[in-house]
Nanobody, 125 residues
Framework: QLQIAESGGGLVQPGGSLRLSCATS????????IGWFRQAPGKEREGVSC????????YYLDSAKGRFTISRDNAKNTVYLQMNSLKPEDTAIYYC??????????????????WGQGTQVTVSS
């Protein structure tokens, strides 16, 4: 059974940090590039960052550079998004998505093959 489960979201104050996890099962994770996306209320889903199947990083969102770090542990079938210096505008549901192949396809939703259900991140004082 193919499973993708995001976790680690919650309520955090501005300037705080969260680490999101994307636990997978049923995949050979090293065969996939993996992206993190987010969707705020009333807005379209947008790409945040992506890691290639070998762990190289692509940032889709300029505002994430220097604050967010994507990483993966293929042995644990898990991908992470470390988020620091969080801002209220980071509030969104965060999703991880798998894209079969080595490279990150881009910040386009339909280019990713498998999706988790999302985890809510709320940044507020």
């Amino acid at each position: 059974q193919l499973q993708i489960a995001e976790s680690g979201g919650g309520l955090v104050q501005p300037g705080g940090s969260l680490r999101l996890s994307c636990a997978t099962s049923g995949f050979t994770l090293e065969d996939y590039a993996i992206g993190w996306f987010r969707q705020a209320p009333g807005k379209e889903r947008e790409g945040v960052s992506c890691t290639t199947s070998s762990g190289e990083t692509t940032y889709y969102l300029d505002s994430a550079k220097g604050r967010f770090t994507i990483s993966r542990d293929n042995a644990k079938n898990t991908v992470y998004l470390q988020m620091n210096s969080l801002k209220p505008e980071d509030t969104a549901i965060y999703y991880c998505a798998l894209d079969y192949g080595y490279y990150c396809s881009g910040p386009i939703v339909y280019e990713y093959d498998y999706w988790g259900q999302g985890t809510q991140v709320t940044v507020s004082s």
